[in-house]
């Protein structure tokens, strides 16, 4: 009887301490591969054209999606809203909250979700199948250093990039939940821009952004880190890709979670 | 000029187990076995792609694993590597994936110039017209044009040392007949050190000064191609038996007759 309940709660345990020890090791290697791409960077080894290239496949080339994103975002959220209010609360509190809603987790987490699928599978693609077709190690056999040449730019245009595709979406999602407010519960535009200075700090910007920050530095960092690591051919790109989804959209949740305490006090 | 000793590599399972095999400067050296034995770890373990559990790897004097970075970069540079399956850098075009063969510190200044002419250079010297081939991206060549260009990157630079991982493999009877040629036309004109793994036992022992066969993660046997034909070991002696076979069936299969 109690080695029959004993198995399944040792086997759990068990599995714990392999997640830890897993993230353990990933993130030593993302250490290190991030020690890598900085002394890449301070000894100016990092192609300015490439850090360009890259921020315009991932800034510029993401954007219509984020606007879509953001969009539907600003739409729901003041439909959504209104629903609750109506009749219990003043309608002008509406304008706060799509405002705060935005800016500090809508803006932020669903653009870099967004950017999970488009940008970070993407490069683990990229680099995975870089990796089975020996490009990694033809590379290194030119004398050249991959990190420098893939990873590095990568973080950087992400990490650049990223604060201004949250600011763009975090300006269009209030501007279309303000129209949305309008012509769902009638709330005119003075009425919502009321209630939206009304709870509004200038942290909280700094918070959004902040956010953007982190997120658009880990896309790129796990990606790449979990590109470089694929083996085991064509078959190994596409599990290597489905891990680095996983792992990067819960990174991006966790941190999400780990904000507030640090930055909302 | 490249010495293994006691080289033991084991990813799951044990792939190289105590490899012990010199190849002297100047000579043309082949190394078969069956496939899955580890010949591709061996010739990535000599610039350092793969690094052994154990042993030693030389090359040039020099050893590769303990002599830091600048050892390795040095060693490197002496030598030109060609991947199996040409292993082309995907966004850049034939110019810029011939150039990266050379060194970064060439490519700056006046020196670029000229680096773009040894970049025309190594095109001609694997038979592609440089002004056709230039400017097209690897998904735009053929698989035997991509393992020329391939191997224009490895020449480039001028190397002692040449390794080739079965530069013929994947290619027609034609393609692998005029590859065959180009290695051995490039060993001689550049003078280098050739180690050539290669599954065309009879193109090797042809080409070849001396040979090696990796089985089981050991050297089965090291010698001249005369002393592999008539080796008593019968293991060898199956793995010559069935590379003869093979050849005789390329040929009746080949419907150009060319071969
Ligand atoms: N980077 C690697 N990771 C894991 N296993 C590898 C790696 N490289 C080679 N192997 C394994 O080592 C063995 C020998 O491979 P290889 O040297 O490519 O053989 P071959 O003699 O055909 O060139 C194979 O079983 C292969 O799966
Ligand atoms: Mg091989």
């Known amino acids: ?265 | 000029m490249i010495h293994y000793e006691n080289v033991h590599k084991a990813f799951d399972l044990p792939v190289l187990s105590g490899v012990t095999m010199s190849v002297h400067e100047g000579e043309m050296f082949a190394l078969f076995g069956p496939s899955g034995t580890g010949k591709s770890v061996l010739l990535k373990s000599t610039i350092g792609l793969i690094r052994p559990d154990r042993g030693h790897v030389r090359v040039a004097g020099e050893s590769v694993f303990q002599g830091g970075k600048d050892t390795l970069e040095r060693i490197r540079r002496k030598a030109g590597y060609v991947f199996q399956h040409s292993a082309l850098f995907d966004s850049l075009n034939v110019h810029d994936n011939v150039l990266m063969g050379l060194p970064e510190d060439e490519l700056r200044g006046e020196r670029g110039v000229r680096a773009s002419r040894r970049v025309w250079d190594a095109l001609e010297l694997v038979n592609l017209e440089p002004t056709q081939v230039l400017g097209k991206l690897p998904a735009e060549l053929s698989g035997g044009m991509k393992k020329r260009v391939g191997i224009a990157r490895a020449i480039v630079g001028h190397p002692q040392i040449l390794l080739w991982d079965e530069p013929t493999t994947g290619l027609d009877p034609v393609n692998t007949a005029a590859v065959e040629r180009l290695i051995m036309r490039l060993s001689r004109e550049l003078e280098t050190t050739s180690l050539l793994v290669t599954h065309d036992v009879e193109g090797g022992l042809e080409m070849c000064d001396r040979v090696a066969m990796l089985d089981g993660g050991l050297v089965r046997f090291c010698g001249s191609p005369e002393e592999f034909r008539e080796s008593p070991d019968p293991v060898v002696q199956a793995f010559v038996d069935r590379a003869a076979a093979e050849a005789a069936l390329d040929l009746a299969g080949d419907p150009s007759g060319l071969a």
């Open chain 1, 1 to 265: 009887m109690n080695g029959a309940v004993a198995r399944p709660v040792t086997g759990f345990l068990g599995g714990f301490g392999r997640v830890g020890r897993l993230v353990v090791e990933h993130a030593g290697a993302m250490g290190q591969l991030l020690w890598s791409a900085a002394l890449a960077t301070v000894r100016m080894k990092v192609s300015f054209r490439e850090v360009v290239t890259q921020m315009y496949v991932m800034g510029i080339q993401s954007l219509p999606i984020v606007l879509v994103t953001a969009s539907l975002a600003g739409i729901v959220t003041s439909q959504q809203g209104g629903y609750q209010f109506q009749g219990n609360l003043p309608l002008y509190v509406l304008g706060s909250l799509v405002v705060q809603t935005m800016v500090l987790e809508m803006g932020p987490v669903l653009t870099a979700v967004v950017l999970v699928g488009r940008v970070g599978a993407r490069i683990t693609a990229e680099l995975g199948t870089m990796v089975v077709s020996e490009q990694i190690d033809a590379y290194h056999s030119c004398g050249r250093d991959p990190v420098a040449i893939l990873v590095a730019p990568r973080v950087i245009a992400g990490t650049l990039a990223m604060p201004l595709l949250v600011a763009i979406a975090d300006v269009v999602g209030i501007l279309v939940g303000m129209f949305a407010a309008k012509l769902t519960t009638g709330l005119g535009y003075e009425a919502f821009l009321y209630g939206a200075r009304l709870f509004w700090h200038s942290w909280d910007l700094l918070y959004s952004l902040t956010k953007a920050f982190a997120f658009g530095f880990a896309i790129p960092l796990i990606s790449t880190h979990m590109g470089l690591r694929t083996g085991g051919g064509a078959a190994g790109v596409g599990s290597q890709t489905t891990a680095a989804v996983m792992f990067m959209t819960l990174t991006i949740l966790v941190l999400d979670a780990m904000m507030p305490p640090l930055m909302l006090q």
